[in-house]
T-cell receptor
Framework: GQNIDQPTEMTATEGAIVQINCTYQ??????LFWYQQHAGEAPTFLSY??LDGLEEKGRFSSFLSRSKGYSYLLLKELQMKDSASYLC??????????WGAGTKLIIKP | GAVVSQHPSWVICKSGTSVKIECRSL??????MFWYRQFPKQSLMLMAT?????????EQGVEKDKFLINHASLTLSTLTVTSAHPEDSSFYIC????????????FGPGTRLTVT
């Protein structure tokens, strides 16, 4: 079956760094997305990885290891507005998105 | 970037009535749109995949006669919740898939439905 695993909840301090891990098992693989979702709002796109390695985009970076079925989202210089749920989603062989349950990130002052 | 709109953004209706939610891709043509439902503090749940000009594909456990989906054009898909009940109260979100790889999904802002 297809499965995405990510932690349910994480807590971090303002100004610090946090890494949110995601492991996936899919029928075929065409890339890995990270989305951010604030409470009561729709998800917004953060990143896409299809090749191994690290993609950096400002304070956010995303890493992919296809051989390990593993990705992480790295958030630096955390701000209070980064408090949100972070959704990991893998694109399978049919280009269907398989969603993780999301990681709720709580930022404390 | 691609923009997807949803209307209405929130709706309150009485039990037994029907509600239609529209999803539009504003600056691109979307052959495929998706409808999701999300209950409070829960993850996104895919309800159905909507393809322009053909019948929607529903996920297991989603009643196709209750949640009517019409994808009449390349920029519009509608979800009609028929004979709504309080348990249908939820956050409904649509997304449209891009036309080129990686086929990123662009989300609408969501519609909050409350059935009284």
């Amino acid at each position: 079956g297809q499965n995405i695993d990510q932690p349910t909840e994480m807590t971090a301090t303002e100004g610090a760094i946090v890494q949110i891990n995601c492991t996936y098992q899919t029928s075929g693989f065409n890339g890995l997305f990270w989305y951010q979702q604030h409470a009561g709002e729709a998800p917004t796109f953060l990143s896409y990885n299809v090749l191994d390695g690290l993609e950096e985009k400002g304070r956010f970076s995303s890493f992919l290891s296809r051989s390990k079925g593993y990705s992480y989202l790295l958030l630096k210089e955390l701000q209070m507005k980064d408090s949100a749920s972070y959704l990991c989603a893998a694109l399978d062989s049919n280009y269907q998105l398989i969603w993780g349950a999301g990681t709720k990130l709580i930022i404390k002052p | 970037g691609a923009v997807v709109s949803q209307h209405p953004s929130w709706v309150i209706c009485k039990s037994g009535t029907s509600v239609k939610i529209e999803c539009r891709s504003l600056d691109f043509q979307a052959t495929t749109m998706f409808w999701y439902r999300q209950f409070p503090k829960q993850s996104l749940m895919l309800m159905a995949t909507s393809n322009e000009g053909s019948k929607a594909t529903y996920e297991q456990g989603v009643e196709k006669d209750k949640f009517l989906i019409n994808h009449a054009s390349l920029t519009l898909s509608t979800l009609t919740v028929t004979s709504a009940h309080p348990e249908d109260s939820s956050f409904y979100i649509c997304s449209a898939r891009g036309l080129a790889e990686p086929y990123e999904q662009y989300f609408g802002p969501g519609t909050r439905l409350t059935v009284t």
